[in-house]
C-alpha cells in the first residue's frame, strides 16, 4: 500500500438488473461494474483505519486496493444500524431503497388515495415502492412471477391486490384489481403487459418507467406495441423514465427516511443471500429470472 | 328571446383538428362543436346589449339563441384589438396560441439555448410553438408539408430550420439540423416520423403530445412502432400528453403575453379564412389535409 491506500474485503456484493443494460453490448473479458459493503482490511488512511466498513464502487471483486476513493464513491457506512444486516445498505436502504422512494414520490407523485400498480412486486425495488405506497395511503397492486412471492406481498407486505403474471392474464386482473383505472403505474418491467396497463391509466396518471428488465436479454430489441401517443393525448398521461443517480444531491433524506420506517416497523425488508463470491455470475443470472424475493446480493 | 336571451350572428367560426378526435365515432347526422367569435345582433340581456362582440362555444351556426351563458362558455371579447382581426381571437391569441405557450414552456419546459423541433409547424399552433421558441432564445427546427409553407417559416417566421417532411427523409434532417439531439419536441403529428424524433432526443428531453393528426383519420388505429419504454429509460426522457384546458386558471397569462408579442412585432400571426359559412365542412376537411397556413377560420 501506498500512502492513502485502503485495502478492502468485500462483505456483500450488490447484483442489479441494470448492470445487464451496461453489459450488453460489451465483449468479454471485461471487469463486471457494481456496489458492494467492505471492510477496510488494511490502510495507509488515517480517515479510514482498519476494521471501517465502507460502501464503494468497485464492481465484482472479493479484494483490492483503492486509491482513488471519489472515483471508487467510497463512503462510509453508517455504524448504527440497529441490528439491520449491513446487506440492506445495498437494497431496502440503498440505491434500490431511494429508487422506489423519488421513484414513487417524485416521479409518479403518488397521493393519498390513488391506485398505484407496480411489476416486479417481489423485487428490491418493487417490494418498497407498494410499501411506500401503502405508508402514503394508497390501494396497491402488485405482479409477481411465482406464488411464494405473491403469498408474501399479499400477507406480510399488505399489498391489497397481487397476481402472479405467469398464470394471469394482464386484463382480467386489471378488471378485478382497477376497474376505475390506475393513477400511478411504477413500471420495472416494460413488455406487452406494460403497454396493457398503460391503456387502462385514470386521466392524467403517471407512469415511471423505472426498468425494462422484460427486454434486457432481447438482442437487437424491436418490441412493436401499438403507438402510445393517441393514448397519452387523450388521457393526458406522463411517462417518466428515470436512473434514480438524478437524486443525488437529496440522497440521504431518502436513505434516512427508508431507516426511519424499517425501525418503526412500517417497511418489511428482505434480501436473498447467495452464499461464496465466485456464486456471484449464477446470482446475477438468476435474479434476471426472478430467482431473488427482495433484493439480491451475494455475501462474501 | 325570452329574458336573458341574446341572438349572435357569427363571424368567425373556428374548425381544430381536435373535433376529428371527438366526432370520429359519432353517428350522423350530430351538431359540429366549436368556438366562434360571433356578434349579438338581438338582446334580452342587459349585459350582453346589441353590438357586444362574443367569443362561445356552440358548434357550427350561422345565428342562434343562447339561454345559458355559462354552458356555452360565453366571453365577452376585448374591444381593443390595436387592429388585428377578431378572428385571431380563434387562433393566435386563443385556445391555438394558449397551446402553443404552455405547451411548450410548461409541459416542455423549453429554456434558453436548447433544441425545440415542432411538426405541423405552419399550422396554428405550430407556427406560434416556433416562434415563441425563438422569443425564448431556443434554436427551432419545423416540419411542415408545402414548399409555400416552408419558405413561410424560413423567411417571416426566422425558424432555424425548416424541412418539407413529404420530401425529406426524417433521419437525414435529424443528422443536418440536429446531430446533437434535440431537448424538446413539441408533437402535433404522431407516427413514423414522431417515433424517429423521440429516438433522437437528449438526455433528459422532453415530449408535449399535443396532437397526433396523423392518426385521426385511421379507423381502428394498430399504429404500431417499436416500444418506447426502453429508450425512455435510457435517456430519462419524459412525454406528456397534455390539453389546454387544464391551464384554465392561467388562461389570461397566456393570452395577455401573446397579445403583447404580437404589438411587440415578436410573433407573426397570419390565418387562413375561408369564405361562408356553407364552406365549413370543406374548410375542415382542408384542414386535415394541411390545407391551412396559421389558424384556420371561416369567414361568416
Given amino acids: ?13 450488490s447484483v442489479d438488473p441494470y448492470m445487464r443494460i451496461y453489459t450488453k453490448d460489451m465483449t468479454p473479458p471485461y ?9 477496510v482490511v488494511e490502510s495507509k488512511d488515517p480517515d479510514f483505519p482498519v476494521g471501517t466498513r465502507i460502501l464503494a464502487h468497485v464492481g465484482w471483486a472479493e479484494k483490492g486496493i483503492i486509491n ?18 449491513p446487506s440492506h445498505l445495498l437494497g431496502a436502504c440503498g440505491m434500490p431503497g431511494n429508487t422506489a422512494y423519488f421513484g414513487l414520490l417524485d416521479i409518479c407523485s ?15 425495488v418493487g417490494s ?23 403469498k408474501w406481498l ?34 420495472n418491467v416494460g413488455g406487452h403487459d406494460a403497454n396493457v396497463v398503460i391503456s387502462r391509466m385514470k386521466h392524467r396518471g403517471r407512469i415511471a418507467i423505472c426498468g425494462a428488465i422484460s427486454s434486457y436479454n432481447v ?46 416497523g412500517k417497511l418489511v425488508i428482505r434480501d436473498t443471500v447467495v452464499d461464496g463470491f465466485e456464486k456471484v455470475p449464477e446470482a446475477f443470472m438468476s435474479l434476471l429470472q426472478g430467482g431473488n424475493t427482495g433484493k439480491m446480493v451475494v455475501k462474501v
Fill in 1 to 13: 500500500l501506498k500512502k492513502g491506500d485502503i485495502l478492502y474485503q468485500s462483505e456483500f456484493i
Fill in 31 to 39: 471487469k463486471m461494474i457494481g456496489q458492494q459493503v467492505a471492510k
Fill in 68 to 85: 482513488d476513493k471519489k472515483k471508487a464513491r467510497v463512503q462510509k457506512a453508517p455504524t448504527d444500524l440497529g441490528g439491520m444486516s
Fill in 110 to 124: 403518488a397521493k393519498k388515495g390513488e391506485v398505484v400498480l407496480v411489476n416486479g412486486a417481489a423485487g428490491a
Fill in 128 to 150: 418498497i415502492v407498494g410499501q411506500i405506497a401503502k405508508i402514503k395511503g394508497c390501494k396497491v397492486i402488485g405482479y409477481a412471477g411465482t406464488e411464494d412471492k405473491v
Fill in 154 to 187: 399479499k400477507e406480510e407486505l399488505k399489498f391489497d391486490y397481487v397476481f402472479n403474471y405467469k398464470t394471469t392474464k394482464i386484463e382480467d386482473t386489471l378488471d378485478e384489481a382497477a376497474p376505475g383505472g390506475v393513477d400511478c403505474f411504477f413500471d
Fill in 219 to 264: 438482442k437487437d430489441l424491436v418490441w412493436s406495441a401499438p403507438a402510445l401517443q393517441p393514448l397519452l393525448l387523450g388521457k393526458e398521461l406522463r411517462i417518466e423514465g428515470f436512473i434514480v443517480s438524478r437524486f443525488q444531491d437529496r440522497w440521504m433524506e431518502g436513505i434516512n427516511q427508508l431507516v426511519e420506517w424499517v425501525k418503526e
